[in-house]
C-alpha cells in the first residue's frame, strides 16, 4: 500500500499508453502473463522523489467562482417583461 503512493501518475500513464500500443503486436496466448508482468516492473520503476519535508493531511477545498448571470428572481414573465423593457430603452 505504502509503495503505491509513491508512483508517479504521469510516467505510470505513458508507460501503459505506450505499452497498449504493443499490445496487439506480436502477443501470442503464452505470453500475456509475461507482458503483464514486465508492465507490472516497468511501472513500479518509475516512483516518486522522496519529499524533504513531510506533508501535512488538509481538508481540499474549492475556490468559490463567481456566476456569469445574476441569480433568477421572481416569476419568468415579470423576468421577461423587466428584460424587455430595459432592452428598449
Given at each position: 500500500e505504502q509503495r503505491i503512493k509513491t508512483l508517479s501518475f504521469s510516467q505510470t500513464r505513458r508507460v501503459l499508453l505506450e505499452r497498449l500500443k504493443d499490445w496487439g503486436r506480436g502477443l501470442?496466448?503464452?505470453r500475456a502473463e509475461k507482458w503483464v508482468r514486465e508492465?507490472?516492473?516497468e511501472v513500479a520503476r518509475h516512483t516518486l522523489p522522496e519529499r524533504q519535508k513531510a506533508r501535512p493531511s488538509e481538508?481540499?477545498?474549492v475556490r468559490h467562482r463567481r456566476l456569469k448571470f445574476p441569480s433568477f428572481k421572481g416569476s419568468r414573465a415579470a423576468a421577461r417583461?423587466?428584460?424587455?423593457a430595459t432592452k428598449s430603452s
Open positions: 501470442r496466448a503464452g508492465l507490472m516492473e481538508i481540499r477545498r417583461t423587466r428584460y424587455m
